[in-house]
């Protein structure tokens, strides 16, 4: 049996009876029955399927000035448009506490990791400040992040990566304000990193600022490759990219 594949099988059906003892309800519109009903999910913008009917192709071409460009040896793919349907999802499971659709987001990453054929050794989810662990009582990123690991077969690793200070909220700061606020913020654990191709997971990336800071500091602890996936990414034009004070992530 492939490697993962009854992990795989159990989430799946825990899914499943969670679904049925809590029936959902779709975060875009309240219609009962979906995490996110087909109708809302027709209108999303995805990135990854040059197919779809809503897709922009190439995500590469969505995040202007995206700082992870910078770095060899990394890669970042982000599902869709950071807009609509997107992000009221995110929304919903940052701060409506709703974990549902935090498994649909992971399904959907999973599958699109599948796609680009990574080779990977672990799962790593971007560290919230501690502030916001207690505010929310979890990290979004790791409620993505650990199913995306149980469907790829890949061992989940929220200890790899450290949060060394809490930072301001990145809203309202321009592009380079971003980049520096994040800037020496992580520190990867050489134990478990070294050596390792890692996927990094986060919820949205705008300019690419907290991964990059992420990226390099597992980088710095040995690890090898490090890939990026993310649920959301902003679509920016230039007068955004220079003030980011309207972008809300």
Same mark, same amino acid.
């Given at each position: 049996?492939?490697?993962?594949?009854?992990? $795989? !099988?159990?989430?799946?059906?825990?899914?499943?009876?969670?679904?049925?003892?809590?029936?959902?309800?779709? $975060?875009?519109?309240?219609?009962?029955? /979906?995490?996110?009903?087909?109708?809302?999910?027709? @209108?999303?913008? /995805?990135?990854?399927?040059? @197919?779809?009917?809503?897709? *922009? %192709?190439?995500?590469?071409?969505?995040?202007?000035?995206?700082?992870?460009?910078?770095?060899?040896?990394?890669?970042?793919?982000? !599902?869709?448009?950071?807009? %609509?349907?997107?992000?009221?999802?995110?929304?919903?499971?940052?701060?409506?506490?709703?974990?549902?659709?935090?498994? +649909? /987001?992971s399904?959907?990453?999973?599958?699109?990791?599948?796609?680009?054929?990574?080779? +990977?050794?672990?799962?790593? =989810?971007?560290?919230? &400040?501690?502030?916001?662990?207690?505010?929310?009582g979890?990290?979004?990123?790791?409620?993505?992040?650990? =199913?995306?690991?149980?469907?790829l077969?890949?061992?989940?690793?929220?200890?790899?990566?450290?949060?060394?200070?809490?930072?301001?909220?990145?809203?309202? #700061?321009?592009?380079?304000?971003?980049?520096?606020?994040?800037?020496g913020?992580?520190?990867?654990?050489?134990?478990?990193? &070294?050596? @390792?191709?890692?996927?990094?997971?986060?919820?949205?990336?705008?300019?690419?600022?907290?991964l990059?800071?992420? $990226?390099?500091?597992? @980088?710095k602890?040995?690890?090898? *490759?490090? /890939?990026?996936?993310?649920?959301? $990414?902003? #679509?920016?034009?230039?007068?955004?990219? &220079?003030? #980011?004070?309207?972008?809300?992530?």
């Open positions: 049996m492939v490697r993962g594949q009854i992990p $795989a !099988l159990l989430y799946k059906g825990f899914c499943e009876a969670i679904d049925w003892v809590y029936p959902p309800v779709c $975060a875009a519109c309240d219609e009962p029955g /979906f995490h996110l009903c087909p109708q809302c999910q027709s @209108k999303i913008q /995805f990135l990854i399927d040059n @197919k779809h009917p809503n897709s *922009f %192709g190439n995500h590469q071409k969505m995040v202007k000035n995206n700082y992870m460009n910078d770095l060899p040896d990394t890669g970042l793919r982000s !599902l869709a448009v950071y807009d %609509g349907v997107i992000r009221e999802g995110i929304h919903a499971m940052k701060y409506a506490n709703n974990h549902g659709i935090s498994h +649909l /987001f399904r959907w990453l999973a599958n699109m990791v599948k796609d680009e054929g990574w080779l +990977l050794d672990l799962v790593i =989810p971007v560290p919230l &400040s501690t502030e916001r662990v207690k505010e929310r979890y990290n979004q990123s790791a409620l993505i992040a650990r =199913p995306v690991s149980i469907l077969g890949v061992p989940f690793s929220p200890y790899g990566l450290k949060r060394m200070r809490n930072t301001q909220s990145q809203v309202g #700061l321009s592009a380079e304000e971003r980049r520096a606020n994040v800037a913020a992580f520190q990867g654990v050489s134990e478990i990193v &070294s050596g @390792k191709r890692v996927l990094l997971v986060d919820d949205v990336t705008t300019t690419g600022s907290t990059e800071a992420c $990226a390099r500091a597992l @980088k602890a040995g690890g090898n *490759f490090i /890939f990026c996936a993310t649920v959301g $990414a902003a #679509l920016l034009n230039d007068k955004q990219l &220079s003030k #980011l004070e309207s972008v809300q992530v």
